[in-house]
């Protein structure tokens, strides 16, 4: 007797876990993300050698500027914290007490990198109006 | 001050599923959230259930989630949290009643660990005690610490998804042994450590360092394991 024990999504990402469980949420998304751009990436190349119109369909969703937003968000969030998560692991006895700076720090070069990123594409849509 | 508390019930003879409760009851910003729960249950709802026995952060029987981390009730004051309380099983393990878990796959993970000192060598020549230095010691006197309250496991996404996981206390307690100079199981655990369900799952949440109300630098712990495992070394 009792209530089984499966943690749905919805109680999963509820956990007030600190910025670490963020780092932790975001590196998945991030690497779903890109699972995602190149499964359409795929598959609009196959549909355009087949010459269906899917394939272009797909190539203009990816290449809209809102998704190459999303998507570098998820290729540098990912990029970036896999390289602190890798410091963390090959350095923890120097750098683990400090993982509450470290993800700080990450922060900082994350937005410092992606908002340079983002302005750029914003600037070259608008630049192609 | 009036506080709100939400509180998960569910009665197995009763109930489907659980569903939350809420009291308003007084107390004091200095009462601890174990007292909130004793106020409910002995003024306004006898058949509330929890765990609980030293009162003291000692024993560690009253994990639970509260206002959505794990913490042990008999730690966490009211004003910590302020006036709107949620109280909530642990996470991962399934609820016999109210806020009491089934431990068995917490103890059964921590088991496999070979919780003791494992030393088949005579003794020292005087018969006496196997000596250690300081420094010898404290390689694993963080380790020490751990209550077994599964705070830290059933904060850890990997045992949320999958509870053959050994978890974070599992490992605590595999590193209160593997780094004991007078230890001589340290290559047996760390095969186990080695399995599909050992540290390879641990993907560095923190929720566990976070939740932990002995401040065990448990992340840290399981870095000192994995290491081990790629070099063989203790040191
Ligand atoms: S390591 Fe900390 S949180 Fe985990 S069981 Fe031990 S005392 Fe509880
Ligand atoms: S009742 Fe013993 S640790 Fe809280």
Redesign the pocket.
Known sequence: MGLKRNVPLSAALGYKGQGPFLAFILHRVGGAGMAIFITMHVLSTFAEMRGLAIGDALNKVYTSPPFQIFILFCVLFHAINGLRITLLDIFHAKLMPHYRKIIAVEWVVFILVFGFAAVSVVATAIGRM | MEVTVKIFRYNPEKDARGNYVTYKIEAEPTDRILDVLEHIKGKTDGALSFRRSCAHGVC?SDAMRINGRNRLACKVLVRDVGANITIEPLLGMKVKKDLIVDMEPFFNNYKKMTPYLVNNSPLPADGRERLQSPEQRARFDESTK????????TSCPSFWANDEYFG??AF?TAHRFIFDSRDEGASQRLMVLAETDGTVRCHTAYN?TD????E?H?TQAIGDLKMAMVTGKLE
Do not use: E, Q, S
């Open positions: 560690g751990c209550i077994l309250c599964a705070a830290c496991t974070p206390a605590v566990c939740a932990c109300p002995r065990i448990i």
